[in-house]
């Protein structure tokens, strides 16, 4: 059930039986860039360290073990051009332990959370701020460490080389960290409490009216809201950007990057998801099978792609000197999948791969929340059960190759041992 709260607020109730707990998310959404990045990072960790009545961590963490346990958490992610702020919080049904009121505790502690935050003197508590901001920098910079993470970002970074925003990843960077201060945090909670888009989901064994009259007591502006385009696309261009790196590293990073024109909700949407699950997606995908597993010259190799960005990328992990014969290999997949070398038994596993993938989803809560963020965002691309299921089986070679001849390479990332 959807209900409107306000402008730009909406609720989605998802009531099941399939689940004890119940599980509340706050979405803010607004427009991603570089310059908010870090800055909406690091208040989420000033959000949930602690607040104006709950002065200390400690005492915020005794305030969910009264509430029998309850999870929580405040974090960032991204969608295309969205920039997201997530607070969550998960609780057990109030009828499992004899207190019909626990939704409500639960909303109270989300209220005091997001509307009483640890702010004094138009500054947010300098000790935690100080601390919070060490911490988010020392993990910035600890991402370096994780060579298939930071491979992986180098590659955005030259996908998108053309956008300043894309190019940034939703917890931003060291750089646009260091300059924050107690102060500007004030400003950019301010004004996503008044300008960001919200959309409230309420999942378990629920009825949608109670649920809606608690939430709609939450003190929130009524003020017009930003609502951005979801969707990025950029320009297409002939120039294949390449970058060597090198750092202490035991196997080469080889990242691909290749533009695509299919986005979510698009009519050949089960396209893409096969041909990514032949490419790359699957154990029996012609990446694994060829390239790490008949050849040995991999240690992993996969696909993915981002359908809110128009990206397909590759990650694998490689000796540095087969680094050419790599690429060939990785080339020569997409070619067979461009002339329909396909078998039956492999177009049949994969369908049905991807199927149990889809109706493993249904039982996952925050995969339903965010089917039905998208829902609420692009309601256009709604699709039910019986026709994303239909959809997959319509997908022929032929679909298959069309699509595979319709992605281009546009960048190619190698992080690489280096020579001292």
Same mark, same amino acid.
């Given at each position: 059930?959807?209900?409107?709260?306000?402008?730009?607020?909406?609720?989605?109730?998802?009531?099941?039986?399939?689940?004890?707990?119940?599980?509340?998310?706050?979405?803010? /959404?607004?427009?991603?860039?570089?310059?908010?990045?870090?800055?909406?990072?690091?208040?989420?960790?000033?959000?949930?360290?602690?607040?104006?009545?709950?002065?200390?961590?400690?005492?915020?963490?005794?305030?969910?073990?009264?509430?029998?346990g309850a999870g929580f958490g405040v974090s960032v992610a991204k969608k295309g051009n969205i920039h997201q702020v997530n607070v969550g919080m998960s609780i057990v049904n109030g009828s499992y332990v004899g207190e019909e009121d626990l939704f409500a505790q639960a909303v109270a502690f989300l209220q005091e959370i997001l509307f009483a935050p640890n702010v004094k003197d138009g500054a947010f508590d300098e000790k935690t701020f100080t601390t919070e901001k060490e911490n988010l920098i020392a993990y910035l910079k600890s991402m370096k460490e994780d060579k298939q993470t930071f491979a992986s970002l180098?590659?955005?970074?030259?996908?998108?080389?053309? /956008?300043? %925003?894309?190019?940034?990843?939703?917890?931003?960077?060291v750089a646009t960290t260091e300059g924050l201060t107690a102060e500007e945090l004030v400003a950019v909670y301010q004004k996503m409490m008044t300008e960001d888009h919200i959309d409230i989901f309420v999942i378990g064994d629920v009825?949608?009216?109670?649920?809606?009259?608690?939430?709609?007591?939450?003190?929130?502006?009524?003020?017009?809201?930003?609502?951005?385009?979801?969707?990025?696309?950029?320009?297409?261009?002939?120039?294949?950007?390449?970058?060597?790196?090198?750092?202490?590293?035991?196997?080469?990073?080889?990242?691909?990057?290749?533009?695509? %024109?299919?986005?979510?909700? %698009?009519?050949?949407?089960?396209?893409?998801?096969?041909?990514?699950?032949?490419?790359?997606?699957?154990?029996?995908?012609?990446?694994?099978?060829?390239?790490?597993?008949?050849?040995?010259?991999?240690?992993?190799?996969?696909?993915s792609f981002d359908s809110f960005r128009g990206m397909l990328k590759v990650q694998t992990g490689i000796d540095q000197e087969?680094?050419?014969?790599?690429?060939?290999?990785?080339?020569?997949q997409l070619e067979s999948l461009r002339k329909g070398e396909v078998s039956t038994e492999e177009l049949a596993q994969t369908k049905a791969m991807l199927k149990n993938q889809f109706l493993l989803s249904l039982d996952n809560p925050q995969a339903l929340i965010?089917?039905?963020?998208? %829902?609420?965002?692009?309601?256009?691309?709604?699709?039910?059960?019986?026709?994303?299921?239909?959809?997959?089986?319509?997908?022929?070679?032929?679909?298959?190759?069309?699509?595979?001849?319709?992605?281009?390479?546009?960048?190619?990332?190698?992080?690489?041992? /280096?020579?001292?």
């Open positions: 059930m959807s209900v409107e709260l306000g402008r730009g607020i909406n609720l989605e109730v998802i009531p099941t039986k399939k689940y004890k707990t119940t599980r509340i998310l706050i979405r803010f /959404s607004a427009r991603h860039s570089e310059k908010t990045a870090a800055a909406r990072t690091l208040l989420t960790s000033l959000l949930e360290t602690n607040s104006l009545n709950f002065p200390t961590q400690n005492e915020l963490s005794t305030r969910l073990a009264e509430l029998y180098r590659l955005q970074e030259l996908f998108f080389q053309n /956008s300043a %925003d894309q190019k940034v990843p939703s917890f931003g960077t009825e949608a009216k109670p649920v809606s009259e608690i939430l709609a007591q939450l003190p929130f502006e009524k003020g017009e809201r930003v609502k951005p385009e979801i969707f990025f696309a950029q320009n297409h261009s002939n120039i294949i950007n390449e970058q060597v790196e090198y750092d202490q590293v035991v196997q080469a990073k080889l990242n691909l990057a290749y533009q695509m %024109d299919t986005y979510y909700g %698009d009519a050949d949407r089960f396209a893409l998801l096969v041909f990514n699950g032949l490419f790359g997606g699957f154990p029996h995908s012609k990446l694994f099978m060829n390239v790490r597993e008949k050849e040995s010259l991999a240690y992993y190799a996969s696909s087969k680094r050419e014969a790599v690429l060939r290999l990785i080339n020569e965010e089917n039905a963020y998208l %829902d609420l965002w692009l309601p256009q691309t709604k699709t039910s059960e019986e026709a994303f299921l239909k959809g997959v089986d319509a997908v022929t070679i032929d679909a298959v190759k069309k699509m595979a001849l319709s992605v281009e390479l546009k960048a190619i990332y190698c992080l690489e041992r /280096s020579a001292s």
